[in-house]
């Protein structure tokens, strides 16, 4: 059991405001936040000058993911490490698909084993659909008791689903309380375009993007919305990446469908003129990196509320293995990129220090919007008696240049090297137990908690978000 500890003079960012005081915790929870009276046996805490804010909520990550040959540099250790480095104190990570013709629990479960031994943080894990047939329909029920609430499917790759199975997936688990998140992309225009581009030897990284374009999300989304609408069952796309995108969710929610949004910080920063460098290569991820003007579009969806998380979609496939693997063929090389440790300080220097983000907004999209989606709020995601000490103390006024040096994602490059971000964590705090302090890691493997995630609940963040718009 932890001490308890009283931070004292931070500026903390609840529900109820932005406001100076101090938060109490009590062994693993938060006992007060605000005005806390003399507290003789607490550890004391000074965040003058910092900001106090609820533990961030990665619900997209691929910390341990292997595809064949291929395995992300990080794994589970390392990459919760580098996570609570950034602030983020909570990961929901999505498995890659299993041995052919497995089970829906088969993932999961394999995944808390690996979790259990080798997480510094709490985490929960998504199902990921691979096929569907009677008995994987059967299992969505018992998968959702047990915790994992939520699964993919993918509308592109070797394991996609067509309409009518998507159809299905939906009406069980609407009925179950699962909610299924969407990887929306066009697999038919895309292996067309890639053909195309291969017959002619247009075999350059550029032209991963170029056969991945815009209307190739915006067309599957399309279609994801209109089953949504005939089921009635919430959808939640990952990684959205385009205005175009944007535009059809909004019309979807206008529409009174129950889509949810999530997008991460490389479509906010970055746009395919990366893939035209010496080291575009870097940059191949799906989807892909889009034209300029797409990230200040994605940038207006998370202030009106049209988007409601930022995850990061953290696949830390190093640039040697890249280099490796693509042989000059850019369908070859392995896609992601690593970024769980600087989610936070990215949406903090470019979002809130650069007048897109309030603070409070910056809250909602990293933390308090993830955990109410995926079955852990108030335990995650807030400041307020009762729920998890999971606390940064957030240092505005801390730089730092970004590179693989300075940050602890085991990863030989990152999407954002080079770039100077202001506001970092100066320590971070899992269930009232310091993890991060004075440059130095101080969790323990193994002491992360696997999060039992409530069903989903209908009302969560569908239409625009609360906090959207006004601020
Ligand atoms: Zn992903």
């Known amino acids: 059991m932890s001490t308890k500890k009283h931070i004292k003079n931070g500026t903390l960012v609840t529900p109820e405001g932005i406001f100076s005081g101090d938060v109490l915790t009590d062994g693993s929870t938060i006992a007060a936040v605000g005005e806390v009276g003399p507290e003789s046996t607490a550890e004391v805490i000074d965040a003058t000058g910092c900001y106090v804010l609820p533990g961030g909520v990665d619900v997209h990550t691929h910390l341990n993911l292997k595809l064949g040959d291929r395995q992300v540099s990080d794994g589970f250790y390392a990459g919760c490490v580098a996570a609570a480095w950034g602030g983020t104190t909570t990961i929901i990570d999505h498995p890659e698909a299993g041995p052919a013709g497995c089970n829906l629990h088969h993932q999961p479960e394999y995944y808390r084993g690996l979790l259990e031994k080798e997480s510094v943080i709490d985490y929960g894990i998504h199902g990921v659909f691979q096929h569907v047939d009677e008995a994987i329909l059967a299992e969505i029920p ?33 009925n179950a309380g699962g909610l299924a998140a969407f990887h929306a992309e066009d697999d038919a225009e895309i292996s067309r375009l890639r053909a195309e581009f291969a017959e002619n030897g247009h075999l350059a990284p550029i032209y991963h993007a170029k056969s991945r374009p815009d209307y190739t999300e915006a067309d599957s989304i399309k279609i994801i919305a209109d089953l949504a609408a005939k089921t009635g069952a919430t959808v939640y796309i990952v990684h959205l990446s385009t205005g175009k995108g944007l535009d059809v969710i909004r019309e979807a929610k206008k529409s009174g469908v129950k889509i949810i949004a999530e997008t991460c910080p490389q479509y906010l920063l970055l746009d395919d003129s990366c893939y035209e460098k010496t080291d575009g290569l870097k940059y191949i991820m799906a989807p892909p990196l889009r034209e300029k003007g797409n990230g200040e579009a994605l940038w207006a969806g998370l202030a009106d509320g049209s988007i409601s998380v930022v995850a990061t979609d ?56 993830p955990a109410k989606i995926m079955g852990i709020y108030p335990q995650k995601g807030v400041l307020q008696p009762g729920a998890d000490a999971d606390l940064i103390i957030w240092d505005p006024a801390a730089e730092k240049i970004i590179s693989p040096e300075s940050l602890h994602q085991l990863c030989d490059y990152g999407p954002f090297d080079g770039m100077n971000v202001k506001g970092w964590p100066r320590k971070t705090m899992l269930r009232g137990t310091i993890i991060v302090e004075n440059d130095r890691f101080i969790g323990k493997k193994g002491s992360g908690q696997f999060l039992q995630r409530a069903p989903f609940k209908d009302e969560t963040l569908c239409s625009s978000d609360h906090h959207g718009g006004k601020r």
Do not use: I
């Open 142 to 174: 018992s998968l959702v008791q047990q915790g994992y609430s939520s699964a993919k499917v993918y509308m592109t790759y070797g394991n996609m689903l067509v309409p009518g199975e998507v159809q299905r997936v939906l009406e069980a688990m609407k």
């Open 314 to 369: 953290h696949c830390s496939f190093s640039y040697a293995d890249k280099k490796k693997f693509w042989q000059g063929d850019f369908r070859k090389a392995p896609g992601g990129s690593p970024s769980v440790e600087t989610r936070l300080p990215l949406l903090f220097s470019e979002g809130v220090l650069k007048g897109r983000l309030s603070l409070q907004r910056f809250v909602d999209l990293v933390s308090a919007n």
